[in-house]
């Protein structure tokens, strides 16, 4: 089956043999057939969905040389649908780049090597700024391999995850291949709900990943009532790894509203690939000791640390008031475009979300449909397949690629692609 998905016989979606067919053509038992389905699933290959039997998943992790849920974009088409920060927008990196060349000096060797002091101090004022506790800090290769090594380290495969729904594509994919079980938490625009993180926590999960504000795909941020609302659920909860991701940094417009230390085991990662370029590949994670301990102790005996080129180029962006003011420029950019098509998608009858971020919502009532019609009118738009467990269909819309002028005839095409779903976006 590997194999297949590998050399694109087998594609994303593809049913596999029904168990008792397959165990019968390989002359071998039905529990050995059983076995290797169960393997697969484990490692984020395929999922079985009741009736609908066991499927390959829609990005396995493995290289394929056809790994598409997506088709391309017609030619001609506008993509709409790659959730990128705008380019256009991102910070040149090349003059602190050519200032590192001026003052780097002997090379770095393994002893050296660790967190830059400096980093950890510029992050650590920026956090606390939010009110994130920030004594015990690290750095990551971006905001998932943070994630990643949380997970490792604090739950086992077959535990459960609790993950918003409709959530972070790449999210479901790694909890997929780290053989976690994702219990969706429904999210309205102010985050996650407090009945729908109850039932993750009554039913078992060992972990609940937060996103505070430019949640992928709808865009909600948590607000100070969620904030607290969640707070109170959380308190004291020692069987859990609260994890939170702020994607947005310093593009964010609105407050932070924290849950950082609701939980003896938190862990808050921060990435610079919203703001500074996801080229970056850098987060800083902050935590209670042990979680940090844990991350940073895995590192050390794996990949090692993120390079101090990297963590100097970050640091040297975080000091410059020029790039402060680029950042401040790129997010007005981002609200006004995203609040533009809001607006104009409202005014066409449509009830779409996108509170804070880079995306845009649109509960549409067949994903498909939405998807085909839109491409026929040359946009290319993401399908909310990759973003769903059990939440209402919708596309994602991402605006970086969007001028002013683009609102309207997009609205419009939006609008003749979609009937109006006033259901809203969750399950
Ligand atoms: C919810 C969310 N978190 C984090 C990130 C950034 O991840 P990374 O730091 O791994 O680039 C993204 C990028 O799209 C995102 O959508």
Do not use: C
């Amino acid at each position: 089956m590997e194999t297949g998905i590998r050399a694109g016989d087998l594609a994303p979606g593809d049913a596999l043999p029904a168990v008792r067919a397959l165990a019968a053509e390989l002359g071998v038992s039905p529990a050995t057939v059983a076995k290797a389905y169960q393997e697969l699933r484990q490692r984020g290959l395929v999922v079985t969905a009741g009736r609908h039997g066991t499927r390959v998943r829609p990005r396995p992790p493995v290289a394929s040389r056809r790994s598409a849920l997506m088709p391309p974009p017609l030619p001609g088409a506008r993509d709409v649908s790659a959730g990128n920060p705008d380019s256009r927008l991102l910070p040149p990196l090349g003059p602190h780049l050519a200032a590192l060349a001026a003052e780097l000096r002997a090379p770095v060797g393994y002893a050296a090597s660790a967190v830059l002091p400096e980093l950890a101090a510029a992050a650590r004022e920026r956090l606390a700024t939010d009110g994130v506790p920030a004594d015990e800090i690290t750095v990551t290769g971006g905001a998932l391999d943070g994630i990643e090594r949380l997970l490792a380290a604090h739950v086992r495969p077959g535990d459960a995850v609790a993950v918003e729904d409709p959530g972070w594509a790449n999210l479901l994919d790694l909890v997929a291949a780290l053989g976690l079980r994702a219990i969706g938490v429904p999210v309205d625009d102010e985050g996650p709900t407090a009945p729908g993180v109850r039932a993750a926590l009554a039913a078992g999960a060992r972990a609940l990943i937060v996103t505070s504000r430019a949640q992928n795909p709808t865009g909600a941020a948590v607000s100070a009532g969620r904030a607290a609302e969640l707070r109170a659920l959380l308190a004291g909860r020692a069987d859990l790894l609260l994890i939170e991701d702020d994607h947005a940094a310093e593009l964010a417009r609105v407050p932070l509203h924290p849950l950082a230390g609701a939980t003896p085991a938190w862990a808050f990662v921060r990435s610079v690939s919203k703001p500074y370029g996801p080229d970056l590949r850098l987060a800083v994670l902050a935590g209670d000791e042990a979680t940090v301990a844990r991350v940073a102790g895995r590192a050390r005996v794996g990949a090692g640390w993120v390079s101090t080129v990297l963590q100097r180029l970050v640091l040297a962006l975080w000091r410059d008031p020029a790039t402060g003011g680029l950042v401040r420029r790129a997010a007005e950019s981002y609200d006004r475009r995203r609040d533009g098509l809001v607006d104009a998608l409202a005014a066409r009858g449509l009830a779409a979300h996108g509170r804070t971020g880079i995306n845009v919502w649109v509960p549409v009532p067949d994903e498909t449909v939405a998807v085909t019609a839109l491409r026929d009118a040359g946009w290319s738009v993401a399908p909310g397949a990759l973003n769903r467990i059990a939440a209402a269909p919708g596309v994602r819309i991402t605006v970086s690629t969007l001028d002013e002028a683009d609102l309207g005839p997009l609205a419009d095409a939006v609008a003749r692609a979609v009937r109006p779903s006033p259901a809203g976006f969750s399950a």
